[in-house]
């Protein structure tokens, strides 16, 4: 099993597949998947790849979702050797997608592999959702096959998606949830002018500040069992036409909440025009809406991770909802359990990424006892 799935990850990293491109990465799993009894069905749109692979038809269905698409490599003369060629250093795999999240698709295949050849009368069915739009806009990808397969009534019971969730040792951390992003793009209006003559002009930037300043402080909620308090943060601003001598006719504050399901929304739109109307700024605000949160509680899949990590690791996981969005956020919308887990997430996106071939071998045998645990007769 640790030489197949090391393999497959070597292969799957081999392929230069920057989003949104897949570099021929889902015809290489379906051509594993096929031979397993899976019916492979491309739903690919605009330029992105998209596979959804079943394995029977009965229910629960256990979906196990995650993306071929990698970032790009930032500079090559920086990496120690070629991103895009796998190379075994110190029992260390190093390439583009070693952790993010070529590795976790490997050990899909190979954990379905080996459930399937165990238990060929298993109940249930088994399904993998994977896509090659998951490091860009994620407007192609898995959101349209979700739309897909709720047009035609396929919903799954249970889905993992395999981002690399664990921090020191594969199967410390899972994610049971995540934020949700909300953006905003302000256009403070004023009147420019020269400095010398203020009372001619009127100054976007004055005029915003103290309305930054209480957004700034604002509680907007407590968070929860689960949820860290959501956050507000200015991520870009500028006005100014790069003279000292004049006042600017315009400011422009790009912000962006994270935050729980202590909040929604509608409610968070609501408060923030509230207190800039309070502080009488004239102004233009566009909304951006980059997902939900979600959350899984406590439940079925919760447990069955949980019990397959501590069978194999002797690891007491424990459940988080911190980081940034994945496509669980989508595939949450027709899936009433969502968790994700991978391995470790200390090199993701970084020059150099890699993997412990240790986290590599033990990987796949999680996944197959999570099988195990919901699907096993």
Same mark, same amino acid.
């Given at each position: 099993?640790?030489?197949d799935?090391?393999?497959?990850a070597?292969?799957?990293?081999?392929?230069?597949s920057?989003?949104?491109?897949?570099?021929?990465?889902?015809?290489?799993?379906?051509?594993?998947?096929e031979?397993?009894g899976?019916?492979?069905e491309?739903?690919?749109?605009?330029?992105?790849?998209?596979?959804?692979a079943?394995?029977?038809?009965?229910?629960?269905?256990?979906?196990?979702?995650? $993306?071929?698409?990698?970032?790009?490599t930032?500079?090559?003369?920086?990496?120690?050797?070629?991103?895009?060629?796998?190379?075994?250093?110190?029992?260390?795999?190093?390439?583009?997608? +070693?952790?993010?999240?070529?590795?976790?698709?490997?050990?899909?295949v190979? +954990?379905?592999?080996a459930?399937?050849g165990?238990?060929?009368? $298993?109940?249930?069915s088994?399904?993998?959702?994977?896509?090659?739009?998951?490091?860009?806009?994620?407007?192609d990808?898995t959101?349209?096959?979700?739309?897909?397969?709720?047009?035609?009534?396929?919903?799954?019971?249970?889905?993992?998606?395999?981002? &690399?969730?664990?921090?020191?040792?594969?199967?410390?951390?899972?994610?049971?949830?995540?934020?949700?992003s909300?953006?905003?793009?302000?256009?403070?209006k004023?009147i420019q002018g $020269?400095?010398?003559?203020?009372?001619?002009a009127?100054?976007?930037?004055?005029?915003?500040?103290?309305? %930054?300043?209480?957004?700034?402080?604002?509680?907007?909620?407590?968070?929860?069992?689960?949820?860290?308090?959501t956050?507000w943060?200015?991520?870009?601003?500028h006005?100014?036409t790069?003279?000292n001598?004049?006042?600017?006719?315009?400011?422009q504050?790009?912000?962006n909440?994270?935050f729980?399901?202590?909040s929604? !929304?509608?409610?968070?739109q609501?408060?923030?025009?509230?207190?800039?109307?309070r $502080?009488?700024?004239?102004?233009d605000?566009?909304?951006?809406?980059?997902?939900r949160?979600?959350l899984?509680?406590?439940?079925?899949l919760?447990?069955?991770?949980?019990?397959?990590?501590?069978?194999?690791?002797g690891?007491d996981?424990?459940?988080?909802?911190?980081?940034?969005?994945?496509?669980?956020?989508?595939?949450?919308? %027709?899936? &009433?359990?969502? !968790?994700?887990?991978?391995?470790t997430?200390?090199?993701i996106?970084k020059?150099?990424e890699?993997?412990?071939?240790?986290d590599?071998?033990?990987?796949?045998?999680i996944?197959e006892?999570?099988?195990?645990e919901l699907?096993?007769?």
């Amino acid at each position: 099993m640790t030489i197949d799935t090391l393999e497959l990850a070597q292969a799957l990293i081999s392929r230069r597949s920057v989003t949104p491109e897949d570099a021929g990465c889902l015809d290489l799993i379906a051509a594993h998947l096929e031979p397993l009894g899976f019916v492979c069905e491309r739903m690919d749109s605009n330029g992105v790849s998209n596979l959804w692979a079943r394995h029977g038809r009965a229910a629960p269905l256990v979906c196990l979702a995650g $993306h071929t698409d990698v970032v790009p490599t930032g500079p090559v003369d920086q990496w120690l050797s070629d991103p895009f060629d796998p190379v075994i250093r110190d029992s260390t795999l190093y390439g583009r997608g +070693a952790s993010d999240m070529k590795t976790s698709i490997a050990a899909f295949v190979v +954990a379905v592999g080996a459930f399937v050849g165990k238990h060929p009368q $298993h109940r249930g069915s088994i399904a993998l959702l994977l896509t090659s739009d998951e490091e860009g806009p994620a407007t192609d990808g898995t959101v349209n096959v979700v739309r897909a397969l709720a047009d035609r009534g396929e919903k799954p019971d249970y889905c993992i998606v395999g981002e &690399p969730t664990s921090v020191k040792r594969t199967g410390d951390t899972i994610k049971n949830g995540r934020r949700g992003s909300l953006s905003g793009e302000l256009i403070v209006k004023g009147i420019q002018g $020269h400095v010398a003559y203020p009372h001619l002009a009127r100054n976007p930037v004055h005029d915003v500040a103290s309305a %930054i300043a209480e957004l700034a402080h604002t509680e907007w909620d407590r968070g929860n069992e689960y949820f860290p308090p959501t956050t507000w943060q200015i991520s870009n601003m500028h006005a100014g036409t790069g003279a000292n001598n004049v006042v600017p006719g315009t400011a422009q504050v790009k912000f962006n909440f994270r935050f729980s399901t202590a909040s929604t !929304v509608e409610s968070l739109q609501t408060r923030v025009h509230g207190i800039l109307d309070r $502080h009488g700024v004239e102004y233009d605000l566009k909304w951006s809406y980059d997902g939900r949160p979600y959350l899984t509680g406590r439940g079925d899949l919760v447990a069955a991770v949980a019990r397959a990590i501590k069978k194999e690791t002797g690891i007491d996981t424990e459940l988080s909802t911190t980081g940034g969005t994945s496509d669980g956020r989508f595939i949450a919308d %027709i899936c &009433p359990q969502v !968790v994700e887990f991978g391995p470790t997430n200390a090199t993701i996106h970084k020059i150099n990424e890699c993997i412990r071939l240790e986290d590599l071998e033990v990987l796949p045998k999680i996944y197959e006892q999570v099988l195990v645990e919901l699907l096993a007769t």
